[in-house]
């Protein structure tokens, strides 16, 4: 079964500062890998995603993630936070084909910003 | 076009009752995936319905159940509420029109509390 660790609970970076926030997972075929963000009172929303191909893949806001095989890792970055950013973030991996086919989240990372 | 709707967005319950939440998938979208988000579990698959069939289940006990119906639309049902079913219940959608992973789009959530 896969499973997805988001080593870190909460996280403060200062506005106009870089962010990078972690993720690894475990699976033993090649992962579908995404990474969600979550304000407050709402649903989950799509920033990026990796199938495969290009290991440096760009989605919305202006993140970014890197998927690192040897090291099990997804790790999600922004060269420059903004105050909007603040939210809970979701690391998740997909898996295809048998059993439950469901999405496997991590435990999420808060994002505070200061200003 | 119009996004994933859940409702209703929150509800009130007492142990022992029964809930049904009810999510309209985002127009031709015909898979409907629901989660559950608690502070202590994070965010778990419960099932997948596509085509009105169950596809995928995930870890969850009997009293959870779902439905979905010609539209598309789609119904959870949870009965003999314990407290611990207090959450926030997300819909998802996708197309699954043969794609590598079919991207899954979130719904608000209903807020149960059960007292």
């Known amino acids: 079964a896969q499973s997805v660790t988001q080593p870190d609970i909460h996280i403060t970076v200062s506005e106009g500062a870089s962010l990078e926030l972690r993720c690894n997972y475990s699976?033993?075929?090649?992962?579908?890998l995404f990474w969600y963000v979550q304000s407050p009172g709402q649903g989950l929303q799509l920033l990026l995603k990796?199938?495969?191909?290009?290991?440096l893949v760009q989605g919305i806001k202006g993140f970014e993630a890197e998927f690192k095989r040897s090291q099990s890792s997804f790790n999600l970055r922004k060269p420059s936070v903004h105050w909007s950013d603040a939210a809970e973030y979701f690391c998740?991996?997909?898996?295809?084909?048998?059993?439950?086919?469901?999405?496997?989240f991590g435990k999420g990372t808060h994002l505070i910003i200061q200003p | 076009k119009a996004g994933v709707t859940q409702t209703p967005r929150y509800l009130i319950k007492t142990r022992g009752q029964q809930v049904t939440l009810s999510c309209s998938p985002i127009?031709?979208?015909?898979?409907v995936s629901w989660y559950q988000q608690t502070p202590g579990q994070g965010l778990q698959f419960l099932f997948e319905?596509?085509?009105?069939?169950?596809?995928n289940k995930g870890n969850f006990p009997g009293r959870f159940s779902g439905r979905q119906f010609s539209n598309s639309r789609s119904e959870m049902n949870v009965s003999t509420l314990e407290l611990g079913d207090s959450a926030l219940y997300l819909c998802?959608?996708?197309?699954?029109?043969?794609?590598?992973?079919?991207?899954?789009?979130f719904g608000p959530g209903t807020r149960l509390t059960v007292t």
């Open positions: 998802a959608s996708s197309s699954d029109q043969g794609q590598l992973y079919p991207e899954q789009y």
């Open positions: 699976y033993g075929a090649t992962p579908y």
């Open positions: 990796y199938f495969s191909g290009d290991t």
């Open positions: 998740a991996v997909g898996a295809r084909g048998g059993g439950a086919d469901g999405l496997t």
């Open positions: 127009s031709g979208h015909r898979s």
């Open positions: 319905y596509f085509s009105e069939t169950q596809r």
